[in-house]
């Protein structure tokens, strides 16, 4: 039986343990987050602006808040936020009450973004986290897939609600700087975006062999992208001390002198290099400017501008 109480829609359900969560934002990501919580026993009020949305999950025990303050209202637990953008979450919280209210924004944003977004909450009277999420919704509530989220900003706050925080996926708290869950957030997906270029870029060499088996090649380019992940460690070490030729087995000089190779088979195999080039002709800068025997740090340095 459904019951109406003011702007919460109510479905009678067994008393279940767990912090009670309240959820705005049942796209996607946020019905996926919403169902973990719910398995987990976690008693659980759910807000969208398109409320059909919200009627499976009324039917597996979560309550459906008809407006984001009578959700907010409601709230015993955390406050968190899965919508569309910054914008989103502006208009889905004007003029709602927060005060003493633990908000948890995993909606995607830019550092600069969490930010505002964390004074403007503590404003409003609330306790404010910021998190960015490294996985996609079939990932969650599976530990096993090995998804997790950034969390920063309050640490009492993180501390608080870990258990609930858990659930969906793994939690990982990287600063009370609330910008510093979305700078790992968007740097992590920066070096997946660079990442799946080149493997792109792979495919278009070999997709013309008729006769080449490619779930073979897709392991071994698999395997090589792992050996070849552990470049970050001497990258970071270099940079931890300034010295950009510390350690370095290949250098700028030779990757470069290298990449007509790589320029040149594109051509022949008739593959447009533009994956690629953007990249190399910076490290070709970097070389003119004398610095050929670093490391790709040197990159780095480049890149601000050193």
Known sequence: MIRVHSSLIAMDTHTTPGTPVTLLGLGGMGTALARAWLGAGHPLTVWNRTPEKAGPLAGEGARVASTPAGA???ATGPVVLCLLDD?????????????????????????????????????????????????????????????YIFYS?????????????????????????????????????S???GMLAGITHAFAL????????????AALLAEWLGAMSGTTHEMAAQLESG???????????????????????????????RLLTPYMELMRRRVAQGHGDEGLAGMVGLLRGE
């Open 72 to 74: 907010v209202a409601s």
């Open 87 to 147: 914008a989103s979450v502006e208009e889905a919280l004007d003029g709602v009450d927060l005060t003493g209210k633990d908000v948890v924004n995993l909606t995607t944003s830019t550092p600069a973004d969490a930010r505002l977004r964390a004074r403007w909450a503590v404003e409003r009277g609330a306790r404010f986290l910021d998190g960015g999420i490294m996985a996609v919704p079939p990932m969650i509530g599976r530990p096993e897939t090995g998804g």
């Open 153 to 189: 900003g309050d640490r009492a706050l993180f501390e608080r609600h870990s258990g609930a925080l858990e659930v969906p996926a793994g939690a990982k708290f990287v600063g009370e700087d609330p910008g510093h869950a979305a700078l790992h957030d968007i740097a992590l997906l």
């Open 191 to 193: 070096a997946m975006t």
């Open 206 to 217: 070999v997709g013309a062999e008729k006769d080449l088996d490619r779930a073979g090649f």
């Open 243 to 273: 010295d950009y030729t510390e350690g370095v087995t290949s250098n700028l000089a030779m990757m470069t002198a290298g990449n007509d190779a790589l320029l040149a088979t594109a051509e022949d195999r008739s593959v447009d290099p």
